[in-house]
């Protein structure tokens, strides 16, 4: 078992950027041998891909993988031995606006694979993070 805690998300205005950060527990002795990704969920709609980071074809490569709406303004890094990822979120737009889950799952999927919510076992209870226009 995997317990992720997410933090860092708030209310910023548009233009600020946050950080968020997904510390992982528990069987953490795998924690590089997961694919990590970010999702968020905005109010009345699904929850949608934000961001993956997942080993590439050598143990010094990581594959990442981003949502169109947010590649450019978004970067998903991982500090394994602290087991944790983050997302820094540059340039916030009011559409940035919902409620962002860490998830992780053992996959060594790359691209557009990444996105599908099945691939990930363990889920965050999630942070909101609020962009005021």
């Known amino acids: 078992q995997v317990q992720l805690v997410e933090s860092g998300g708030g209310l910023v205005q548009a233009g600020d950027s946050l950080r968020l950060s997904c510390a992982a527990s528990g069987r953490t002795y795998t924690f590089s041998s997961y694919a990590m990704a970010w999702f968020r969920q905005a109010p009345g709609k699904e929850r949608e891909f934000v961001a993956a980071?997942?080993?590439?074809?050598?143990?010094?490569?990581?594959?990442?993988y981003y949502a169109d709406s947010v590649r450019g303004r978004f970067t998903i890094s991982r500090d394994n031995a602290k087991n944790t990822v983050y997302l820094q979120m540059n340039s916030l737009k009011p559409e940035d606006t919902a409620v962002y889950y860490c998830?992780?799952?053992?996959?060594?999927?790359?691209?557009?694979?990444?996105?599908?919510?099945?691939?990930?076992?363990?889920w965050g209870q999630g942070t909101q993070v609020t962009v005021s226009s």
């Open positions: 980071i997942n080993r590439g074809y050598s143990s010094t490569y990581w594959n990442t």
């Open positions: 998830a992780a799952g053992l996959s060594s999927n790359t691209g557009v694979a990444l996105t599908t919510r099945g691939i990930y076992d363990y």
